[in-house]
T-cell receptor
Framework: NAGVTQTPKFQVLKTGQSMTLQCAQD?????MYWYRQDPGMGLRLIYYSASEGTTDKGEVPNGYNVSRLNKREFSLRLESAAPSQTSVYFC??????????????FGQGTRLTVV | GENVEQHPSTLSVQEGDSAVIKCTYSDSASNYFPWYKQELGKGPQLIID?????GEKKDQRIAVTLNKTAKHFSLHITETQPEDSAVYFCVSGGGADGLTFGKGTHLIIQP
């Protein structure tokens, strides 16, 4: 079972470059999420999508865009990378709204460094 | 938005002893409280969860308690083992905007 798959696992960008982080889930989940994790800060929600075709801002959306390409895939784009976006990025999915909140499944993470 | 406070940030216990991590939340509409464990280099994984209509839940060595009136919930790990060493996150879930994480507790099991 693949679960949630993120690519790439590691990336180094120069300031001002752009890139797209890819995420796919094979559990037929409705909701998908992008979080960033910084030391001592826990996981903070960047964007989420409660269903195909809809996306909403989370706690820290500035500097990012997302696309819910279909039910399986949810991508995160950095248009002009900044050093403050150096972080570990996690994609997650859950069956919400289904029967209310249930377990969210996380990918392995993308470690991004912006120099 | 929702605010989740988690304490302590680091907890060191002797192998075999118990560990307790405490959290508070602010949104009275929150109704789902999972706990995630994150090992080095991996994504968080659910270890136990509790819903607002339940006060306590136990799964082998792990138990969670919830006090909705006080907006407190706690994780209890008994008979700790080396493999329990990890970062633990308490989480609050309410509406469609995902899950709000605490800042995490680094649990260290001393041999």
């Amino acid at each position: 079972n693949a679960g949630v798959t993120q690519t790439p696992k590691f990336q180094v960008l120069k300031t001002g470059q752009s890139m797209t982080l890819q995420c796919a889930q094979d559990m037929n989940h409705n909701s998908m999420y992008w979080y960033r994790q910084d030391p001592g800060m826990g996981l903070r929600l960047i964007y989420y999508s409660a269903s195909e075709g809809t996306t909403d801002k989370g706690e820290v959306p500035n500097g990012y865009n997302v696309s819910r390409l279909n039910k399986r895939e949810f991508s995160l784009r950095l248009e002009s990378a900044a050093p403050s976006q150096t972080s570990v990025y996690f994609c997650a999915s859950s069956a919400y709204p289904g029967q209310g909140h249930t377990e969210a499944f996380f990918g392995q993470g993308t470690r991004l460094t912006v120099v | 938005g929702e605010n989740v406070e988690q304490h302590p940030s680091t907890l060191s216990v002797q192998e075999g002893d118990s560990a307790v991590i405490k959290c508070t939340y602010s949104d009275s509409a929150s109704n789902y409280f999972p706990w995630y464990k994150q090992e080095l280099g991996k994504g968080p994984q659910l270890i136990i969860d509790i819903r607002s209509n339940v006060g306590e839940k136990k799964d082998q060595r792990i138990a969670v308690t919830l006090n909705k009136t006080a907006k407190h919930f706690s994780l209890h790990i008994t008979e700790t083992q080396p493999e329990d060493s990890a970062v633990y996150f308490c989480v609050s879930g309410g509406g469609a905007d995902g899950l709000t994480f605490g800042k995490g507790t680094h649990l260290i099991i001393q041999p």
